[in-house]
């Protein structure tokens, strides 16, 4: 099972904000949100929310998660 994202394009979406800026908006570290865009680290499901409530979008325009074959 795979959750992608879209977190690095929605940043330079909304005037290229930067991996602290968006952590200090969330309480998250900076390395922290280099590792969810990275796909090394999946966020908790609150801060999926803020994430989400920081770019204006559903929570579905943000994460995507597919089920791997087989």
């Given amino acids: 099972m795979a959750l992608q994202n879209r977190v690095r ?9 930067t991996q602290a800026d968006l952590g200090r908006r969330i309480g998250l570290t900076r390395q922290t949100i280099a590792a969810i865009e990275a ?3 999946s966020p ?6 803020r994430i989400a409530e920081v770019f204006g ?4 325009e943000v994460f995507s998660w597919t089920r791997d074959a087989g």
């Fill in 44 to 49: 908790s499901l609150e801060a999926a929310f």
């Fill in 57 to 60: 979008c559903p929570l579905t």
């Fill in 39 to 41: 796909g090394r680290y």
């Fill in 9 to 17: 394009a929605l940043r330079f979406e909304h005037g290229e904000m």
